[in-house]
């Protein structure tokens, strides 16, 4: 019996509102590192479109490290948001 690769591809598409474009701007330039410090499985990307802040993350094989890393950008945006709400 010739032996199956189950292969398992995650896309996640989040699209997170901002009051402002400035804000939504703002927090993912703070979020910027998330993109480069993923793990090679994973590809991250994060733009921003009028007040919303539209990341993407793709994970191939590794459900794990899909969860970590959405965890670990989920924390770096609420962060920001701690922190912009703390200057203002």
Known sequence: M???NHLITLNLTLKLP???PK?????????A???I?????????????DKQ???????E?????????LDDYLEKIDLS?????VLE
Not at 23 to 31: G, S
Not at 40 to 49: F, N
Not at 81 to 85: I, N, S
């Open 37 to 49: 410090e993923a793990p090679s499985t994973i590809t991250l990307s994060s733009q921003v479109v």
């Open 53 to 59: 802040l539209i990341i993407t993350v793709k994970a």
């Open 61 to 69: 094989n590794n459900i794990r490290d899909f969860i970590t890393t």
């Open 2 to 4: 010739a032996e199956q």
């Open 18 to 20: 901002f009051k402002t």
């Open 33 to 35: 590192p998330e993109n």
């Open 81 to 85: 948001l701690k922190t912009v709400a």
């Open 23 to 31: 804000l939504a701007e703002t927090v993912n330039k703070a979020t």
